[in-house]
């Protein structure tokens, strides 16, 4: 019940009680003190109706108020969406004037963590200048670069699938210094996640670099001389600290590279990119698997009402990627895995929902999933996810 109509009813149901008790009606037989006792019964009564008017006025003038403070405050958050787009926009001229609006208008905090989670989230910002402010020499850059990435999460992925997540969150620029503090900061949180696998991050850091070159040699076709897997693992002799890495490891990363190259985000100007620039969402997330009920990792991006998911954070290959249409969402509960949400046909509940993947020899296959269950990193992510697509 709202207020005001809850104040209305009381408001009723005691001017009845007084009207009905106290009647002007005075009897013959009363004694002169109860006479008296009865008009002072009445006077009460009319300074309690008075009081009970004069609370009624005060309730309303209360209810305009909060009705004009909701207003205010919608209108605020429209301002400050507004604002945020702004700051974006000024972010893709000059990163640095856009963080300085960004931090005027009390829309970031001027700490490298909330900093780094505007850029991390990268809602409607250019890559290349995130890679830009990102690579700066400025001490409190530095200190933005050390939390973007440790928002990265790489356990339990193998060097080239953690270089295809950092690499696709940025673009990296072209200036040596630059991509030497990136993949420092790189190597260090990869090393991080994943104790153990290295004797140490210079080694990491050195097979990054190795792994990069590779790439370039085997997919640009300037490069005539495509070296094989045995060069491959005899050029990165002894960088373990002197000892040799586990040569099943080398030529997994090899192998790796060698069947999908990186790719550069905004640099493959085919008509994807222009689907895919700007998406309502993008990230990674675990996704049951249709026919072997196994969680895998992949990179689900939401944009014009379709969802896409894809291996790696590489729209342009058309290869193995899927497209999911009408769809809702909703929260879906998993033993062990946290953070789950599944989605399904909203017309046909039970019926499959309308999907399909195209096959690494360019043929289209329909999809047969009725749900797809998904787990996201955080709580909050799929909050997030589950209302962007509604
Ligand atoms: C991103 O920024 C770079 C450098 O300022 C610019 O060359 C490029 O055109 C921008 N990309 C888009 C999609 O606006
Ligand atoms: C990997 O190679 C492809 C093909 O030459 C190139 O477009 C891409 O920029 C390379 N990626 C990196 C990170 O060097």
């Not at 970031?108 to 250019?126: H, M, R, S, V, W």
């Not at 993008?282 to 196994?294: H, N, S």
């Not at 062990?336 to 499959?352: A, D, I, T």
């Amino acid at each position: 019940m709202s207020l005001a109509l809850f104040t209305a009813i009381l408001i009723r149901s005691l001017r009845r009680i007084f009207m009905e008790d106290l009647s002007f009606y005075v009897p013959e037989d009363l004694s002169l003190e109860e006479k008296d006792e009865l008009s002072n019964i009445r006077r009460r009564k009319k300074e309690l109706l008075d009081d009970i008017e004069r609370l009624k006025f005060e309730i309303a003038e209360v209810m305009t108020e909060i009705e004009q403070l909701t207003c205010v405050g919608e209108s605020k958050t429209t301002q400050r969406n507004k604002q945020i787009a702004m700051g974006r926009k000024k972010f893709n001229m000059d990163p640095k004037k856009g963080i300085q609006f960004l931090l005027e208008n009390d829309l970031l905090q001027q700490t490298p963590e909330d900093i780094a989670q505007f850029l991390y989230k990268g809602e409607g910002l250019n890559k290349t200048v995130i890679g830009d402010y990102l690579g700066e020499r400025d001490e409190f850059n530095i200190k933005v670069l050390q939390a973007f990435v440790e928002l990265h999460e790489f356990a339990d992925l193998n060097l080239v699938q953690a270089l295809r997540q950092f690499l696709w969150s940025f673009r990296l620029p072209g200036e040596a210094q630059k991509i030497d503090r990136m993949m420092e900061a790189f190597a260090s949180r990869y090393c991080q996640c994943n104790p153990g696998v290295f004797q140490s991050t210079d080694t990491c850091y050195v097979l990054s670099f190795a792994i990069i070159m590779l790439n370039t040699s085997l997919h640009n076709p300037n490069v005539r001389d495509k070296p094989a897997v045995e060069r491959f693992i005899s050029m990165n002799r002894g960088i373990n600290d002197g000892g040799d890495l586990p040569e099943e490891l080398l030529r997994n990363l090899y192998e790796s590279i060698k069947s999908e190259p990186f790719k550069i985000p905004e640099d493959d100007g085919n008509d994807l990119t222009h689907t895919f620039f700007n998406p309502d969402r993008e990230g990674w997330l675990l996704k049951l698997g249709g026919r072997v009920k196994t969680w895998k990792r992949r990179w689900f991006i939401l944009t014009d009402n379709c969802l896409y998911y894809f291996e790696y954070t590489t729209v342009s290959s058309f290869c193995y990627f899927w497209v999911v249409k009408d769809i809702v969402s909703r929260v879906y509960c998993t033993p062990g895995l946290p953070n789950c949400f599944e989605l399904y046909n909203p017309n046909h509940k039970g019926q499959v929902i309308k999907a399909c993947k195209t096959e690494a020899d360019g043929r289209v296959v329909e999809g047969n999933h009725v749900v797809y269950r998904i787990s996201a990193p955080t709580p909050e992510e799929k909050e997030e996810w589950i209302k962007s697509i509604k």
